[in-house]
């Protein structure tokens, strides 16, 4: 079953379907799965349909993958975009005892902006820098022995203002218009061209490493694949423009 309001389409393999208003023409499909998704190799069982089928629907699109643009500046973590006739660069940074990071982002030879990125750990704390009109944004992870999580900043300020426990990670350009996921009272929501949508989540795995990071978000050109946690149920979803 499936319903529309204002641009926005849910689908839902199996249950309610659920609904939003953006004005722009995204497509969120649902397909809840039998249990959690299994790594090594990656695998899934939906409730209706296959794991074949569910994949092979938007497999043109998902293959669009968005490049790592990350590179090494003098031996730092790096990721570099133009805004309009400027060259910005985001590194990442240790203090000199090796105890402390942050990142630092650049115009041209100045440094415009810097956060801290908390202690070490093998996560790389530079996740992605991103232009888009007049506007840049940088994604960050933020770790300590109490804290785990991502933190979005644009053009110098927190892109929303976060309390304890939340965060704002996954930020891509989904044909040049802004999502990423975030955080609210305990829940994670999606936010599209300025508009959050209604569906809400308990987890969705992210900056994970090793085997487990199979179950990351995938970034393509115009959608993003992720697998998400309700309660006691596991979905694997799709959004995207995927004009059909």
Not at 37 to 53: C, H, I
Not at 165 to 187: I, K, W, Y
């Amino acid at each position: 079953m499936s319903l529309t309001a204002a641009g926005v389409l849910f689908v839902s393999a199996c249950g309610p379907s659920s609904m939003a208003t953006s004005p722009a023409n995204l497509t969120v499909e649902e397909h809840r799965l039998v249990q959690v998704p299994s790594t090594e190799p990656l695998a899934f069982k939906p409730v209706d349909g296959s794991m074949a089928q569910i994949l092979s629907r938007h497999a043109a699109e998902r293959s669009k993958i968005i490049p790592d643009s990350s590179e090494l500046i003098q031996g730092r973590h790096a990721i570099r975009r133009t805004l309009g006739s400027d060259l910005l660069s985001a590194t990442e940074n240790y203090s000199a005892s090796g105890n402390r990071g942050w990142v630092g982002v650049t115009r041209g030879t100045e440094e415009i902006y810097r956060i801290d990125t908390g202690q070490p750990h093998p996560i790389p704390r530079l996740s992605g820098l991103w232009t888009y009109e007049d506007h840049w944004v940088l994604e960050t992870a933020y770790i300590t022995p109490d804290t785990f999580g991502g933190r979005l900043s644009r053009d110098g300020a927190l892109l929303r203002p976060l309390e304890d426990g939340e965060e704002t990670f996954d930020f891509q350009l989904m044909a040049g218009r802004p999502f990423f996921f975030f955080s609210v009272d305990g829940r994670i929501r999606m936010s599209f061209d300025g508009q959050e949508l209604a569906a809400d989540y308990d987890e969705i795995p992210h900056y994970q490493c090793c085997s487990a990071s199979i179950l990351n978000p995938v970034h393509a050109e115009n959608m993003v694949a992720f697998f998400s946690r309700r309660g006691d149920h596991w979905y694997y979803v799709e959004a995207g423009l995927f004009g059909d």
